[in-house]
């Protein structure tokens, strides 16, 4: 396969909120660039892209799938890796994951729905790792929808500032195509072609005055991004040529300060191409991204790899996929350097090298072999024996880490066991494979009532790894009800004198320290162990202080109420003493562990629960059913809007313990009309007799065991 040149790769993602139709256009990509020959659909359970049975069935994306097509544009052949991701927030690691190493994405938009609560996660997510985007606005054939209120939406919701570069030709039954105000043509689809073949013809008589104005618009933000061209804006508009114009364009789409904006109807195969010539036009290439950086774990120093293949390998491992053919696949992309089949690879957190066995180039489920893997791809490895969503490979004489993703805690779980004991052994083996691909998704052994709980982000990724478990590893389950995940926390300062002695004949064991454990000072971001070492004189030799750490950070997993981890705490080791003889760094471990017990006893203990936002949208008569069913659940209602087609939305934050169950409620309240979504926001303080009624269930459940 002849070297493709980096200028025209497009590492690309899809992202949206559910139901805006991006496996849809996924899909129209596929055939348009001649990956696929038959048009997959997600309503009929066709899609190449989602292929788990899970996902043909209920008609969503679960897990990102990767591909790999080519497209040609202004006479030159574009290589696009491009990965179609979840809506649903259940599965927001996939998009987390995705967007780290994507150099540019597609935020498609429902024309009716427009910024939906999920765009504005995805988008979000997108900020953090400054991935450059550009809108697409779906679904222009449908009843309602507006182009132009979606453009709104992006500015006022999104804080966006969308650059309109294709208008669209009529709406809702009457959407026939796009004008393109870069070339100023219009463009009709033929329907009977599946959308396939297109003519150029030039624009309306009735549009021309409209497409004028938006052009106008569109010369005057993009020379905003361009000086010599903002001269030429001035003195004539006119003398702009379409390359000044995209390249102007392209800048400022770079620089995150514009978002090219264009429409389509993906099912109705209208205004795929086009998006896949603006992807050319405005998205990045690796080389647009400056050179990645990351840390040499020898010296803490940053450092810069170029992505080039002359450099030293840097590549970062963002997903873990077990297949039935080929076992552990891991998913990377190479910022530096190059990967090939056969070699060694050193991985920087295990300190091990790594023989790559094989290299694939992904089309969804399905690996095409290839011989290496260079700077700016994307592509699947197998072989690697210890590796973990995150983790940097590199070549072991130049180690450098990159930075990682950041995934939120699970939020809910439930206790499963085999129905058969013979199954045991098999379903921890798959509990341990969808916990190793899945970062937002745990395995504890309940150390009271021994049984095994799972942890996810919501019902529905419980209720899929359920049934990944029946279907990819043969194993029939029992669950118990769903479980919040409580933390607890402290809310007062205590100071504390704890003294550990043991005398046991021959060499004893001895530690004593004085101690101020508290809540963490408000501007600690960091969450976990604030530990600060007060002591002065050698009271504590400098080798037993980690020790005290050490024992405060393991004992922070099990709080004194309910034995629930606790996320922060706050730790000064004031003073202390020590025995020549008889202390050791246990001796201190166990000391900070007795301490922690006793201070946390003291320090007016609090049970933490997960606070959900949730966003409902009912039509106006059923607004005070929906809102007095949130006030019984203990929700607080922040707000309330209209939507653009007269229906009710409410903005509230509901405890995750009152929501089990309410998709199903709100269906019977509104009669089905009423569609809600949620997302985690924060934990906070349970009330006094709440707690104590759940503290008394845990019991329950234990003295039941």
């Given amino acids: 396969m002849a070297k493709q040149d980096l200028h025209l790769t497009r590492n690309i993602g899809i992202m949206a909120h559910i139901d805006a139709g991006k496996t849809t256009t996924s899909e129209r990509i596929l055939f348009y660039t001649g990956k696929t020959h038959k048009i997959g659909e997600v309503h009929d359970g066709g899609a190449t892209m989602d292929w788990m049975a899970q996902e043909q069935e209920r008609g969503i994306t679960i897990t990102s799938a990767a591909t790999t097509a080519y497209w040609t544009w202004n006479g030159q052949k574009y290589k696009f890796n491009l990965i179609d991701t979840p809506g649903h927030v259940d599965f927001t690691a996939e998009v987390e994951r995705s967007l780290r190493v994507l150099d540019g994405a597609v935020a498609a938009y429902c024309a009716v729905g427009g910024v939906e609560p999920q765009s504005e996660t995805v988008w979000r997510q997108a900020d953090k790792?400054?991935?450059?985007?550009?809108?697409?606005?779906?679904?222009?054939?449908?009843?309602?929808?507006?182009?132009?209120?979606?453009?709104?939406?992006?500015?006022?919701?999104?804080?966006?500032?969308?650059?309109?570069?294709?208008?669209?030709?009529?709406?809702?039954?009457?959407?026939?195509?796009?004008?393109?105000?870069?070339?100023?043509?219009?463009?009709?689809?033929?329907?009977?072609?599946?959308?396939?073949?297109?003519?150029?013809?030039?624009?309306?008589?009735?549009?021309?005055?409209?497409?004028?104005?938006?052009?106008?618009?569109?010369?005057?933000?993009?020379?905003?991004?361009?000086?010599?061209l903002m001269e030429k804006f001035f003195e004539d508009p006119d003398s702009i040529t379409q390359e000044e114009l995209i390249a102007a364009i392209r800048k400022g789409t770079l620089s995150l300060d514009l978002v090219p904006m264009t429409c389509g109807s993906s099912f109705k195969n209208k205004g795929v191409q086009t998006l896949l010539d603006y992807v050319c036009m405005f998205l990045p290439s690796p080389l647009d991204t400056p050179a990645i950086e990351g840390t040499n774990p020898d010296t803490g120093e940053i450092e810069e790899r170029k992505p080039s293949e002359d450099e030293k390998t840097s590549a970062l491992a963002f997903k873990i996929a077990t297949d039935p053919y080929v076992g552990r696949l891991t998913f990377f992309r190479v910022y530096s350097g190059k990967v090939e089949a056969g070699s060694y690879i050193y991985n920087v957190r295990s300190g091990k090298k790594?023989?790559?066995?094989?290299?694939?180039?992904?089309?969804?489920?399905?690996?095409?072999?290839?011989?290496?893997?260079?700077?700016?791809?994307?592509?699947?490895?197998?072989?690697?024996?210890?590796?973990?969503?995150?983790?940097?490979?590199a070549e072991e004489d130049a180690p450098i880490v990159l930075e990682s993703m950041d995934f939120p805690d699970p939020v809910i779980g439930i206790a499963v066991?085999?129905?058969?004991?013979?199954?045991?052994?098999?379903?921890?083996?798959?509990?341990?494979?969808?916990?190793?691909?899945?970062?937002?998704?745990?395995?504890?052994?309940d150390e009271q009532s021994g049984q095994t709980v799972i942890s996810g982000m919501g019902e529905l990724h419980l209720d899929i790894i359920i049934d990944r478990l029946r279907r990819e590893f043969k194993v029939e389950c029992n669950q118990g009800k769903p479980q919040v995940n409580y933390k607890e926390a402290i809310t007062k300062t205590v100071n504390l004198r704890e003294v550990y002695k043991k005398q046991t004949g021959g060499r004893g064991k001895f530690a004593d320290i004085i101690v101020n454990v508290g809540p963490v000072d408000e501007d600690y971001k960091e969450g976990g162990l604030?530990?600060?070492?007060?002591?002065?004189?050698?009271?504590?030799?400098?080798?037993?202080?980690?020790?005290?750490?050490?024992?405060?950070?393991?004992?922070?997993?099990?709080?004194?109420?309910?034995?629930?981890?606790?996320?922060?705490?706050?730790v000064e080791l004031l003073d202390g003493s020590f025995h020549p003889v008889d202390s050791d760094q246990l001796?201190?471990?166990?000391?900070?562990?007795?301490?922690?017990?006793?201070?946390?006893?003291?320090?007016?203990?609090?049970?933490?629960?997960?606070?959900?936002?949730?966003?409902?949208?009912?039509?106006?008569?059923?607004?005070?059913?929906?809102?007095?069913?949130?006030?019984?659940?203990?929700?607080?209602?922040?707000?309330?809007?209209?939507?653009?087609?007269?229906?009710r939305l409410v903005k509230a934050q509901v405890p995750l313990a009152e929501m089990f169950g309410y998709v199903t409620a709100l269906r019977t309240i509104t009669s089905g009309r009423a569609t809600s979504s949620m997302t985690y926001d924060h934990h906070a303080p349970v009330s006094s007799n709440i707690a104590k009624s759940v503290l008394e269930e845990i019991k329950g459940r234990v003295d039941l065991v």
């Fill in 417 to 445: 066991e085999p129905k058969t004991q013979k199954d045991l052994d098999k379903l921890s083996n798959g509990l341990a494979k969808l916990a190793e691909e899945d970062p937002t998704f745990t395995v504890k052994t």
């Fill in 129 to 228: 790792y400054n991935v450059p985007r550009m809108g697409y606005v779906n679904k222009m054939d449908r009843s309602g929808a507006d182009f132009f209120e979606v453009v709104r939406q992006m500015k006022d919701v999104l804080g966006a500032n969308p650059a309109v570069v294709a208008v669209p030709i009529g709406a809702e039954e009457n959407f026939k195509g796009i004008v393109d105000l870069i070339r100023m043509k219009a463009i009709l689809w033929h329907d009977e072609t599946m959308g396939a073949e297109y003519d150029v013809e030039d624009i309306p008589a009735d549009m021309k005055d409209e497409c004028d104005e938006w052009r106008g618009k569109l010369i005057e933000q993009a020379a905003e991004q361009d000086e010599t």
């Fill in 354 to 393: 790594e023989r790559v066995s094989r290299l694939f180039q992904m089309h969804s489920n399905h690996q095409n072999p290839v011989e290496e893997i260079g700077a700016g791809d994307i592509g699947a490895g197998v072989g690697f024996k210890d590796i973990r969503t995150g983790d940097t490979l």
């Fill in 530 to 570: 604030q530990f600060e070492n007060k002591v002065t004189g050698g009271n504590i030799p400098k080798e037993f202080i980690p020790s005290v750490q050490k024992g405060f950070e393991s004992a922070m997993k099990n709080g004194i109420l309910g034995g629930f981890p606790m996320d922060s705490l706050k």
């Fill in 587 to 647: 001796s201190f471990e166990i000391c900070a562990l007795q301490a922690y017990r006793s201070a946390c006893a003291q320090a007016k203990p609090v049970l933490m629960e997960p606070i959900m936002r949730l966003e409902v949208v009912t039509p106006e008569e059923n607004m005070g059913d929906v809102i007095g069913d949130l006030n019984k659940r203990r929700g607080q209602v922040e707000g309330m809007d209209t939507t653009r087609t007269g229906a």
